[in-house]
């Protein structure tokens, strides 16, 4: 069964918006990281985001014209949508409130998901996201191991380490359910062997994260909170101010080039 | 190399296609090789030592009977920002010499790998003072003897070419940089990952 253009470029668009908003909120950390090195390690870290959405903004907006609606390009896409637009999960709009160990319990989670995510979508019957995951497996596999590095650091640190990365992770772990959620739009896809069973997801990103942090002398935290609704445009009230600052200059100087 | 003056376009409506086809498809083949000789001398805008050919970015170029010609280039890194700076400058130098009708693409499949960086190309970067990425093609440092040798699990310092060598920092001051330090002779220095 061939799938449905809108279908694709929909989720072409999540996955998009995704990367775009945790390289926002990742670059945030350039000039403020605990270290030079981490200042580049995470600026390098936001750029590989960056690109990964580019290309699959670009692709989610050609996509349009395949039922007749004019294409979109990536900057009308990244710039010039409203935050009930965005279907990004929430997981990577929410701020770290310049705390250090957000920043790596966020990346080590998103990472061990998106791993597990492009090593699956390089079969997909979609050539273009297929060629897109085989260039951000490789990518996501080196932030993974970045941020593995920081939780046992941190984790297997001082008491005072320890103690912030636990709390670190207990802030972000409501948000952890939402990346293996499935809906109507993603059952077809999968179907059509274009999309990964987030739900399948699971169990490998789970056992990844959840080694590293007994490796750390963590524990799992324990939540009964999931906060959900970022595939179908329903946000945090973080996410209004990370966009106001990102779209402010596009927006004030619309059409301004380099 | 001296560039043969480009040919105007017939003037004479009289010629037909045919002819013009078949006696342009000869000059095509060479103009193609000529084309491909030249955008493969742009340099790499952050490792200037090494050309978009040496680095395997280079994918394509193809010349068309009209004179169009189309260059597909690959992205090292997803969100390598040269490849703005490359496509830029691979027009500037096709049109520096003549080539007005140009079109640069890019395609991300087959992925970039450091394995497509040429033999001469490791080479180059290990005399600008990087470590080259580790591929199968063992590179000689400091006047290594050919022949079978047996690849080394440490990374030599591009300086002094000891093995006692350390990584500071995974992340270097580009994409496909990381950043390391010999324990011999202090020396800091990048060396390009393996990808």
């Not at chain 2, 960086?117 to 590179?139: E, F, H, N, Q, T």
Request: hydrophobic share 40%.
């Amino acid at each position: 069964m061939s799938p449905q253009p809108a279908d694709v470029a929909t989720y072409a668009l999540r996955l998009g918006d995704d990367a775009l908003v945790a390289s926002h909120r990742t670059g945030e950390w350039i000039a403020s990281a605990p270290q030079l090195e981490e200042d580049v390690a995470l600026g390098n870290i936001a750029l590989d985001l960056l690109g990964q959405a580019r290309a699959l903004l670009t692709y989610a907006g050609s996509l349009r014209t395949s039922w007749g609606e004019p294409a979109r390009t990536e900057d009308d896409l990244a710039y010039h949508r409203d935050e009930r637009d965005w279907l990004n999960v929430q997981l990577v709009e929410i701020g770290d409130d310049g705390d250090f160990g957000r920043c790596m319990a966020r990346l080590l989670v998103l990472s061990a998901w998106q791993r597990e995510l492009w090593e699956r979508l390089q079969g997909s019957a979609d050539a273009t996201l297929a060629a897109v995951a085989a260039k951000a497996v490789k990518e996501v596999d080196y932030h993974r191991d970045h941020a593995t590095q920081w939780v046992l650091r941190l984790g297997d640190g001082t008491g005072e380490s320890h103690e912030r990365m636990q709390r670190a992770l207990d802030a972000v772990w409501p948000y952890v359910d939402e990346l293996f959620e499935r809906d109507a739009l993603v059952d077809r896809l999968v179907d059509a062997g274009v999309a990964a069973d987030p739900a399948g997801l699971r169990e490998p990103v789970l056992a990844y994260v959840g080694a590293v942090i007994a490796e750390a002398t963590l524990r799992v935290p324990e939540t009964t909170v999931r906060h959900s609704g970022g595939r179908r445009g329903v946000h945090t009230e973080q996410l209004g101010y990370l966009l106001a600052e990102m779209q402010h200059l596009a927006r004030s100087h619309p059409d301004a080039r380099w | 190399m001296v560039t043969p003056p480009t040919v105007p376009p017939s003037a004479g409506s009289d010629v037909s296609a045919a002819t013009h086809r078949a006696a342009a498809a000869p000059t095509s083949r060479s103009s193609q090789a000529r084309v491909r000789a030249l955008v493969a001398e742009v340099p790499d805008p952050e490792v200037p030592v090494l050309t978009i050919d040496d680095l395997g970015v280079l994918r394509d170029v193809a010349v068309d009977e009209t004179g169009r010609v189309r260059v597909t280039l690959t992205p090292t890194y997803s969100g390598c920002p040269a490849m703005d700076a490359i496509a830029d400058d691979v027009r500037a130098r096709l049109a520096a010499a003549g080539h007005r009708d140009v079109e640069v693409g890019f395609v991300l499949s087959p992925a970039w790998t450091t394995e497509w960086m040429s033999g001469d190309g490791r080479r180059k970067l290990l005399d600008y003072g990087i470590a080259p990425p580790s591929g199968r093609a063992p590179v000689g440092s400091g006047g290594a003897p050919a022949g079978p040798v047996p690849v080394p699990l440490s990374v030599r310092c591009p300086q002094c070419g000891s093995p006692d060598t350390r990584e500071l920092s995974r992340f270097g001051s580009t994409a496909c940089k990381a950043l390391w330090q010999c324990q011999a002779c202090r020396e800091p220095f990048d060396r390009f990952k393996e990808h």
